[in-house]
T-cell receptor, first 112, second 111 residues
Framework: DSGVTQTPKHLITATGQRVTLRCSPR?????VYWYQQSLDQGLQFLIQ???????AKGNILERFSAQQFPDLHSELNLSSLELGDSALYFC???????????FGPGTRLLVL | KNQVEQSPQSLIILEGKNCTLQ??????????LRWYKQDTGRGPVSLTI?????NTKSNGRYTATLDADTKQSSLHITASQLSDSASYIC??????????FGKGNQVVVIP
């Protein structure tokens, strides 16, 4: 158990819909990262927040957005969902940006 | 072109044997290199993290090496066990908070 929690574990929805994935980092960790992992792709970095502020942006689509709240939990919002958005979405946290990241168990999203 | 290339893409090894996974990168500037182990359907777990000045780092039966001059790293698994079956991901961090991920080495250990 990494100490990072993600909800929900599984999510099935239809194209065009909007979903919110939630992540609670390890106690004391200020950095939160979001990743997407499709079957045929490796881990794709989406976005990083540090203490409530956006720190780095990766391959995140405009239909996706995220935020980190004052209690340091984070949410990833996916809108206008497409079939290709079906993937595992991981959240990770670390104490500081260059430190080891601890990954959550992931949210498996299936868009039908 | 991916900034982190891993090889072989996949391999099958007999339980008890050793194996070595390769990671070549072009990321610059370099900050650190990490190896993660990811079991199927689960989140990656950190094995090692090495900075520019470190040549080797061990974590149990896993030993990572780093040659920052040639921009190569390897992960050696000694006396493999069935539980070593997983994807091993090489991640290189640059100084500007950028992370570059390899696609992983898929290892299958058979009895």
């Amino acid at each position: 158990d990494s100490g990072v929690t993600q909800t929900p574990k599984h999510l099935i929805t239809a194209t065009g819909q909007r979903v919110t994935l939630r992540c609670s980092p390890r106690s004391g960790d200020l950095s939160v990262y979001w990743y997407q992992q499709s079957l045929d792709q490796g881990l794709q970095f989406l976005i990083q927040y540090y203490n409530g502020e956006e720190r780095a942006k990766g391959n995140i689509l405009e239909r996706f957005s995220a935020q980190q709240f004052p209690d340091l939990h984070s949410e990833l919002n996916l809108s206008s969902l497409e079939l290709g958005d079906s993937a595992l979405y991981f959240c990770a946290s670390s104490t500081r940006t260059q430190e080891t990241q601890y990954f959550g168990p992931g949210t498996r999203l299936l868009v039908l | 072109k991916n900034q982190v290339e891993q090889s072989p893409q996949s391999l099958i090894i007999l339980e008890g044997k050793n194996c070595t996974l390769q990671c070549n990168y072009t990321v610059s500037p370099f900050s650190n290199l990490r190896w993660y182990k990811q079991d199927t359907g689960r989140g990656p777990v950190s094995l090692t993290i090495m900075t520019f000045s470190e040549n080797t780092k061990s974590n149990g039966r896993y030993t990572a090496t780093l040659d920052a001059d040639t921009k190569q790293s390897s992960l050696h698994i000694t006396a493999s066990q069935l539980s070593d079956s997983a994807s091993y991901i090489c991640v290189v961090s640059s100084g500007n908070n950028r992370l570059a991920f390899g696609k992983g080495n898929q290892v299958v250990v058979i009895p």
